[in-house]
RNA sequence: GGUCUGUUGGUGAAGUGGCUUAACACACCACCCUCUCAAGGUGGCAUUCACGGGUUCGAACCCCGUACAGACUACCA
């Protein structure tokens, strides 16, 4: 086809584009930034809610843009309507909020690269269209469904590559007359690029993270515009990533394989190629194997998981950077003061192949967490998430602030505070003898040691020895001498050498105690959790004890 | 079937030709500390980097082949 009949060609398909290309290269001038500042998005489609790996990917985007000085955006990508759920957006921008990942520019804060939404930019897309057609990179094509599909058939048949390409291509050289033809007879189209790639050809792409590769040029007539006029991602991406001025595409590698085609889009449209950086998915093990981690099939690929069962966002947010840069944990470990964003990350340390989710490694992070927070953070910090899922549980610590907030921060000023909560859900569980009304409630059902003990003795030991003044060593001290006076050994060494002389040693008079006062034969510090609980309370706890195993 | 990318312990990984008798962290086990637990301390946990061949004085690191795994192969992103 001649440029004249090109021209009418564009003109019949796209009577209402108005504007050229300039137009809006003009509208969207160069970014005004410092060398070396990085231009990043997240491109989520709104589907649903956030999934792991998503969350992994604005993150990354994220804390790039923020470490250059740059700026990180977020592009809705809904260009496939049926695949649009309502509230999605909204979901989107929840989900991050969580997470304290803040977009610069969005659809919500605006900007001046936008609209931020795929769909409110369709005309964008076909002015870069029609003018590819005038150009002759790209053309209407009528295949039907069914044709692509027996093409298809034969291709697998053959054993040869699937697609529409070569001689497939059957609608890359129609001449006007017969489009005009068909246009009129209301025959629906898409517009297909007409590539112009030879895949003897090899070409090198150089990827952030992954590094040298090589592919045969791209030669396949891809759909750029489907029978809607909506554009395909692969046209959408290079049209936004290059007038929002895009330096670094950070996605999936589920996107390398289409990599030749996107340099190629860029090269036909004159664009300048960003630089990409492919990330690894996150993966899971099952029976089946290792696999994506799946929105449908694992909870904990969900955003919103996480809340719900309690893991705090600071500790998510840590394991996210932990498998996102491999030299980032032993930096914390040593930086333990300093917050993720003084870390510089970089995309060498990234990893190449898929991490496997490790929940065990989160839980650990977690309680690291949790054990540099003073009680009184965890405190306020277990309130908030009571409130959203355990109203009763959030009742009774309202009642119990003080006593909570004391029970919280036993052993918090030893340089080695306790690592025994990784959620706040854990809290409810781990003192469950700090609130009346639930220890009276569990009726000691948490101790199942087998073990029945007498409470004469540690009535005994209450009434006349305990001293809430004391300090620690003289609590010990004290409990060690009544144990002797008692004819128990003061020390379980002793009484592992010459058990037949002592009934038993100080460790069982504690253990006894412990598990009248807090129905479990484990706890922080006991001390500190009589002194809590004060006298009277510690009494009538070893007279129910007294009463139910009566 | 085709294209691309991987493969270091139970897990995440460091490692880019000699400093590796393979770091570090999680998990696990043992011992120590100790009134219990948690924490902490010490030690154990890959004689070897999927397998086979090659290059080299020398290879986990470079090359070739095989096996296995993953991604893509849509008018989905």
């Known amino acids: 086809m001649e440029l004249n009949e090109r021209k009418e060609l564009a003109e019949l398909l796209f009577p209402n584009i108005k504007h050229d290309r300039d137009y809006y290269e003009k509208m969207y001038p160069d970014r005004n930034l410092k060398e070396g500042a990085m231009v990043t998005r997240f491109g989520p489609s709104p589907t649903g809610f956030v999934h792991m790996g998503s969350l992994f990917g604005s993150f990354c985007d994220a804390v790039f843009a923020k470490q250059t000085d740059g700026v990180f955006y977020l592009r809705i990508e809904d260009t496939d309507q049926k695949r649009s759920v309502e509230n999605g957006i909204e979901g989107i ?3 991050l909020e969580a997470f304290n990942i803040v977009p610069d520019e969005s659809s919500v804060v605006g900007g001046d690269y936008g609209p931020y939404i795929q769909s409110e930019r369709t005309e964008i897309y076909q002015t870069y269209v029609k003018d590819l057609i005038e150009e002759g990179y790209a ?20 054993k040869i590559k699937i697609g529409i390409y070569g001689h497939y291509a059957v609608d890359r050289d129609l001449s006007l007359e017969e489009i005009k033809e068909k ?36 030669d396949m007539d891809t759909v750029l515009l489907k029978k ?71 909870a904990e690929a969900k955003v919103s998981y996480y809340e719900e069962v309690g893991i705090p966002i600071e500790a998510v947010k840590l394991y996210l950077a932990t498998i996102l840069n491999s030299n980032f944990e032993e930096w914390y470990l040593n930086n333990s003061d300093k917050s993720i964003e003084e870390f510089t990350f970089t995309f060498d ?15 650990n992070i977690s309680k690291t967490y949790f054990s540099r927070k003073s009680g009184e953070e965890v405190y306020n910090e277990t309130l908030e998430y009571a409130k959203k899922f355990d109203k009763d549980y959030a009742l009774l610590l309202e009642k119990y602030e003080d006593d909570m907030i004391k029970f919280l921060s036993i052993e918090k ?27 009276y409630k569990e009726n000691y059902a948490k101790y199942d040691g087998g073990k029945q003990f007498s409470t004469s003795l540690i009535k005994k030991y209450v009434e ?74 510690v009494l009538e706890r070893i007279n129910r004890y007294e009463n139910l195993t009566r």
Not at 139 to 158: D, H, K, T, W
Not at 500 to 516: F, S
Request: hydrophobic residues 35%.
């Open 183 to 218: 246009l009129c007879n209301k025959e629906e189209y898409v517009i297909r690029l007409k590539s112009p790639g030879n895949a003897e050809n090899e070409i090198e792409v150089v990827d952030c993270i992954k590094g040298r590769m090589k592919f045969p040029e791209h």
């Open 349 to 363: 340390k990234m990893a190449i192949g898929g991490t496997l989710f490790d929940l065990d490694k989160l839980n």
């Open 228 to 298: 809607d006029g909506t554009p395909t991602y692969h046209l959408a991406h290079v049209i936004d990533d290059h007038l929002m001025h895009t330096t670094h595409v950070i996605r999936g590698d589920e996107w390398v394989a289409s990599l030749p085609l996107h340099i190629q889009l860029f090269k036909i449209l004159g664009f300048k190629i960003p630089k990409y950086a492919h990330t690894a998915p996150i993966t899971k093990k099952d029976e089946g194997g290792i696999r994506k981690l799946s929105k449908r099939k694992d």
């Open 139 to 158: 053309y209407p094509c009528f295949m039907s469904e069914e044709e692509i599909a027996q093409i298809r058939e034969e291709q697998e048949l053959s």
């Open 93 to 95: 921008f929840n989900d």
């Open 413 to 439: 000023d030893s340089d080695r505070p306790r690592k025994d909560i990784s959620k706040y859900s854990d809290v409810k569980e781990e003192f469950s003898y700090a609130i009346d009304e639930l220890f």
């Open 464 to 537: 006349d020895v305990l001293n809430l003044e004391a300090t620690n060593e003289e609590w010990f001290n004290d409990i060690k001498e009544f144990a002797v006076e008692n004819g128990y050994a003061a020390s379980p060494k002793e009484y592992k050498k010459n058990p037949e002389n002592y009934i038993g040693h100080v460790g069982d008079i504690c253990e006894a105690l412990r598990v009248m006062i807090t129905g479990r034969d484990k706890s922080p510090d006991l001390f500190s959790i009589v002194k809590i609980l004060g006298k009277s309370r």
